[in-house]
């Protein structure tokens, strides 16, 4: 009994001790579990920030293989407009091929540049580096191609009426040490007066495409181009539209259009008279009696009208233009070979100016008068064998009312 009772006091004894060594342990559940819950947090967000990684890795690298393909795609429909470019140069034997693609509005050329190009079917001239893009003054624009055996491009700036009144009294080889080129330039097989010719604007014997603007007038070009091949061959562009049917002026030979793709630039379409004034924005009026009345519409900018017509006591035709200006110009379309007499002029109470000259063998008169009030420009010319007696601002004076 007394074994029993000292056993018991002994086990209780150790219960106790058990009790207070287990109190005194740290414990370990929760000093461990955080430390565990940390870990694995970091360890999720370093998973997170390699998947981002590897995710923008992936994205970048579709994204730079798409714009390889893009690149390339674009690049194979550039070789394949200007291939066909160059193939059309070699079935008609041209060095170069120009077209029209646009007009170009002063003080915007990059942005007129721009809109020309995207309006294009041709896609290689999106590819039309800046360096060979030359902005001259003028409101027109020009694409120029020079074909694949070319060697050089040239661009002069070019004014017609700056040429040497009598040039033949002049040594030719002067004009040409005294100029800004070293050599003869000549277009349908007629040497270059070089007195008209300025200064080089662009040369390159990178013959890459060009794009030009030129041309204030829509009758007075003022840039030339030259192309040279391999074998020294040349030919000279002077870049401008026909009045006639607003396609580009080619030379005889040695260059071709773009083709029928792009179309013209500044068609013409016949109309009524009534058409006219209602675009024209003005009253016109013509002699009483006339015959065999044409109206035509050019889509020029600003829009011209132009009438010709026959009178009962006059074998000549007669042509009447009028066209919206701000300021007073040449729009007769008519670029004398010879002028022979020029004198300022009354129409009415308008100022004008009377020329006489002559044109592939035929004698030319044209007057011309400038509405300041209302910025009209007008013009009557008319041509024949010959003219002597004949009094144009006559005719002129018909018009007024």
Known sequence: MHNRFLMSILSLFLL???TACQNTFPDTASSVVPSETAAEEVSMESTEELATEKETAVIERESAVNASNQTSSHHEVDDDSLCLMYQQMEASDSLCAVEYIGYCEAGDEEASITSAIHGSSYVFMNY?????????????????VPCEDAVSITVYAY???ACEEDSSEHDSS??????????AIFYNGEEIDASCIGDVL???ENTDPIILTCNVSDIIPNTI????DASGESVTLVPS???KDGSVVLPDQGACGFGPTTGLANPCEDCSLEDIMEEIGCELYLPEGREHQHCTLYSTEPVMGEITFKLPDYEMVFCYRVQQSSTSLDISGIYLDDVLDEDSCQVGSYSGICRRGTLDGATVD????????????YSLSTQADDLDGFDIEAIAEMMIP
């Open 366 to 377: 044209i007057c011309q008068w400038y509405d300041e009030e209302n910025q009209m420009m």
């Open 128 to 144: 039309i580096d800046l360096e060979h893009r030359i902005i001259s003054s003028g409101e027109e624009i020009y694409c120029i």
């Open 174 to 183: 002067e004009h040409h040490s005294s100029g800004h080129h070293a050599e």
């Open 241 to 243: 539209l026909s009045l």
């Open 202 to 204: 662009y040369s390159s």
């Open 225 to 228: 181009v030259v192309v040279t």
């Open 16 to 18: 106790c001790a058990l």
């Open 159 to 161: 004014d017609p009426m």
